[in-house]
């Protein structure tokens, strides 16, 4: 059973999956691959570091909120940690889009 999706992709992220395509289908006679054959394909071989999107996605206010409502917790510590997380999300969004901009030279 065939199910489908919306998926909002990022400027980055089309481009990534145009080029993609474009490069699966050059030379090849044998058929046609579409951007649906692209993306399943993706997420079938996929390997996620889901800690790293987590990372990524985090809400420091959000999280600060959580902490705030514990007792027993070193504020200090909790406040450095998730300004340490926040900075490791933005250096590795960075770098990602660094690689992306190299790729495309």
Do not use: C, P, Y
Not at 3 to 21: G, H, M, N, P
């Amino acid at each position: 059973m065939k199910r489908k999706l919306q998926v909002i992709l990022t400027e980055d992220s089309w481009t990534t999956l145009d080029a993609i395509v474009k490069e699966a289908n050059l030379d090849f006679q044998s058929g046609t691959i579409n951007m649906s054959d692209v993306v399943n394909e993706i997420l079938l071989t996929a390997k996620i570091d889901v800690r790293a999107l987590q990372i990524k996605h985090t809400n420091v206010r959000r999280s600060l909120r959580n902490l705030a409502s514990k007792k027993d917790i070193d504020i200090d510590l909790a406040i450095k940690s998730l300004m340490e997380l926040k900075a490791a999300g933005q250096r590795r969004q960075a770098k990602t889009q660094l690689a992306m901009k190299g790729a495309e030279l």
